[in-house]
């Protein structure tokens, strides 16, 4: 009697035992072969020149209409609120921003909201913002475009954006001069940055009728009037009348931007009135003509991922994304010698007042909203793209590494009692003589799915608790600032995965089986991430892969120094400690003159308020960076965390297999499972 080695049963065929052998070869050819995709993205044969492919946004690249009298008006303006400015030092001069709506004639409301701080402990914040509304006179209000500045008070930290009120105040006066509007025309002046950008929106789609009060953060009130479905939006944030360059900032909330036709009609707007724009334009100082095209191209489009990757919309506009609203914002930097010179002051005006007329005139043009050009891109220069097409075979090869190496994983698991069974029936078939051996223990050839189910729930359920401790109750009670109790609750389940694996073990064959199971969730999960946010997905693709490729529970295939070094990267790939490392880095960048131990501590500070700023915009605004991390991205680790210090037992140790005088000790190690079926 011999054992069963008959190949045309076996569930592994050359192909599959070949690339067994060589798993990390070719999952490390993979790694290699998608970053190095990417890097050919920034190459001119790789990517496209950009075009407008909706023919309706014509109309704005004609013959502006705007003269210097508006010109004149926006300079007064801004006198006249510079000198509000002084009696509303950390306030808004609502008064004064209605009055001028009045004055030139539009429909003025005011929207008031209500924020509820998380960590207030009951205490609630108030804003207020004021609106035009310029109703289209050839047809009915079925339609709305909403031109925004926010304004910033006085006393405000960032720059001083003031001199977007006048500027759009001194267009809604252009605007109501003439009738061949055909949509609403909205005029927003909105406070506190993005919070009452957020609160309008919320008011005009919804409001607080679907709205539990008790339990909201934001109330964002009723709004008194609406406009028709809001298209399109264009946000204003100018420094100065006197303007270097336009800063087109189009990444929005969880990194969607707006519909590629957008970007290209203001690129091609601006170029026409002479104003130099585009995405992360540079001052003309700094600007740098040594680097290659090449690096230029690769540097802005890494500086893109980065920027989307956090969830962060870069302006107000990136708001108006999640109701399939396209917008953008175009922030005008003050040149900095205005001071010297000569002539009529505010002159630049005029072209940025042209430019926003053309926008504005392309857009009332729209029959529908925007679809024909892409959502999904990469900036690789002002006038060239990459798209979804092209780009997102680099993350596949990626990914690829993780669903191959779960299926050869797969592939060398141990027989169950119903595969023995099968192989049994086969062979009876085929009128053999089968005998299958009767001291076999059914419990003993069980995978263990329930147990291994059971362990993933638990990874997951402290992932659930990292998104609603820190916002129960009992925990806002304790006296503590929001960063260190984000920070503490977020640490103490973090410990708690660091030990789980040292007090639950998995039985015989568990290890194997959560292998599969973590290399298949990690795999969708990054391709589920990377299409809502491909920057995330890729740089979590890029950062953690080689770690998943060089995880291995099989003890043959471990050497000690391999097993340690893998317990420390998977250490160092805890997300808190990702984070830290992230925030290190730019605090060396950012302040380089400082010593390291003051870079190290400022770092572990600003990591902290990055972890509860990162929920706070998870409730308030719905960037849902904080909860990827802590509910996909922690329990993966903890997963990770469990395989690297597991060595997984031989299946000779749970399998008896029938040992043959015949067959030599190298080859016993050989023979699979399937072996407890004997033919004749």
Known sequence: MGLLSDPSISTQSKLVDGLARHVRKVCYALYVAGVAWFFCLALPEFNHGTYLSENALSPGLVYPEIRIDANRLAIQLLEELQRERKDHLSTTPHAWIAAKMNEFGLETHTHNYTLRYPFGGGKEYHGKNIYGILRAPRIASTEGIVFAAPYRAASSVHADISASVPLLLAFADFARRKNYWAKDLIFLVTEQEQLGM?????????????????????????????AGSLQAALNIEVQDLEIDHVDVRIEGLNGKLPNLDMFNLVQRIMAR?????????????????????????????????????????????????????????????????????????????VPLLKAIEGIARSLNNLLERFHQSFFFYVIVNNDRYISIGDYMPALVALVACAFLKAYLTWST?????????????????????????????????ELPYGSVLIYLTATLLIGFLCNVLPLQQYFLEIPMGAAPLTTSVLSFLSLIGFVLPFVVVLPPGGLELLHVAFLLIYGCALIVIGLLNFALGFFAAVLTVPLV???????????????????????????????????????????????LQKIMLRAATAAMDASAYGLIDSVIYGNWLYFVICTIFLPLWIICWTLSLSKRRDYADYLDFDESPSTPPESQSQVQPQSKVKTN
Do not use: C
């Open 413 to 445: 698991l141990p027989a169950t009692n119903a595969e023995l069974e099968k192989a049994a029936g086969w062979l009876k078939e085929h009128e053999q003589e089968v005998e299958l051996e009767e001291n076999l223990d059914p419990d003993k050839f």
């Open 273 to 349: 009135e002479g104003i130099a724009s585009g995405y992360k334009q540079a001052p003309r100082k700094k600007r740098r003509h040594s680097q290659s095209h090449f690096e230029q191209n690769l540097r802005q489009m890494l500086t893109m991922l980065a920027s989307q990757s956090s969830g962060v919309p870069t302006g107000n506009h990136g708001l108006f994304h999640r109701y399939r609203i396209d917008a953008l914002t175009i922030a005008a930097n003050r040149r900095a010698t205005h001071a010297t010179l000569k002539g009529s002051p505010g002159s630049a005006a």
């Open 549 to 595: 490729i060089a995880l291995d529970t099989k003890e043959e295939n471990s050497r000690s120094t391999l097993r340690n070094t893998i317990r420390l990267a998977t250490l160092a790939m805890n997300p808190m400690m990702v984070v830290y490392v992230i925030v290190l880095a730019m605090t060396f960048y950012q302040f380089p003159e400082l010593p």
């Open 198 to 226: 957020q609160a309008w929106l919320e008011a005009y789609h919804d409001g607080d009728r679907d709205l539990d009060v008790s339990k909201a953060y934001l109330r964002p009130g009723n709004l008194p009037a609406r």
